[in-house]
């Protein structure tokens, strides 16, 4: 029993003559009656009555009918779904992402994505890159954002594209004698109580400390631990110490607290956007479609691993 069969019938039904029916089929009248009778050969029953007055289900013709309905319309609904899924307008995307991320890109990102695919399930973890980095390489995460590329075993096997570029500032209570100042040298930081990132989660952070500030210096061995940006500032606006971060935390100003460059710049890793290609799905595809419109200068990179968008994932 295919499909075709279930139209016939219930295209039989609505016309009550077997002419009438294949013309709206678009068929001959011979074929349409043969297909009838084999379909009533394989259900074991007569489904349709044929009288002068027309040609009319029976009992067991209209029990058989209902189910068609319902069996065309399941069949119309799974090619309908099939299509969404292959345009990444539904389905799942596990996304990993550190903490300053959700400052920049991550909310115009995710408000476009949601906006333009509402039907696709968002899984997000909020990850160190040690993390993320892990997860991603076990297939635990479809997408990750973190800071630096992506290290350790399996990293090798991963697309990674710069998404963003930082330097490090410090953020002080605006009580503090730093407050005001444009500017505070490594020299003063080695003498202030500060608050960083936990070197075990970001560890291509205190790299870039440890060679500022001296690799032994007692400022860093001594430093409050603060696992994301937003905790970073907090603890700096309570007086706790100098916080230092990434200066995409200037995007988050907070009431008594001040912002100043450290000098000399110092660049941290660059925010970075990696997946495994292998492993791209149509959701994904679309999500880095979202990433191409929204981050402008990582469309090339994108389209350097990918090719260019195609026309029907841009629609």
Known sequence: MEARHLRYALALAEHAHFG???????IAQPPLSKQIADLEREVGARLFSRTRQGVFPTAAGAAFLSRARRALDEITAASVDAARAARGETGRLRLGFIASALLEPLPDVLGRFGRERP?????LHEMATSRSTAALVAGELDVAITLGRPRGAGAERLVSVPIGHDHLVAVVN??????????????QLRHQPLIV?????????????????????PALSGATVARDIHTIIGLAACGVGVGLGPSRMLSAPRRGTWFCEVTPRTPLPDL???????????????FLDTIRNNCPDVGAALDHWLGPPSPQRLT
């Open 119 to 123: 039907d696709v399930r968002l899984e």
């Open 174 to 187: 605006s009580t503090h004698p730093y407050a005001g100042q444009p500017t505070v040298s490594a020299d």
């Open 20 to 26: 009438r029916a294949a013309g709206a089929l678009g």
């Open 272 to 286: 970075v956007l990696s997946f495994a290609a292998r492993d791209r799905s149509p959701v994904l595809n679309a």
């Open 197 to 217: 990132a936990p070197g075990e989660d970001e560890p291509t952070v205190i790299t870039g400390l440890h060679t500022l500030l001296g690799k032994d210096s």
